[in-house]
């Protein structure tokens, strides 16, 4: 039970940290996506035709989109070998979940 402590110490403050992770690597696609096709890869949605960028959302829509492919991907990586276990500094082994 040692190895759970650390996620259930602050899990407020590490919830907000997780979210901010997700929505900054969104931001990141999204701009290498607007980088790349330009504004190709989304269209304004049918009830705000006015709307001039991509959001969040638009950019998770998307994802929603393509997610057989994305569980096919998952899928796949379960076929690859699992890497060896690290150790912390302390020379302790890591936990592996599973």
Known sequence: MEECRAWTKEPIL???QVQMLA???LRLV???LNTACGDRW???PPWNLDKK???ILDLRRLFWKHR???S???SN????EKPPQTKYHTGQQTARAG
Do not use: G, I, M, V
């Not at 990586?77 to 690859?80: E, T």
């Open 14 to 16: 590490r919830t907000y």
């Open 23 to 25: 929505l900054s690597l």
């Open 53 to 55: 960028h991509a959001s």
């Open 30 to 32: 999204q701009s290498r």
């Open 42 to 44: 989304w269209s304004p």
């Open 77 to 80: 990586l379960d076929d690859f």
């Open 68 to 70: 057989a492919r994305f």
């Open 72 to 74: 096919q991907l998952l």
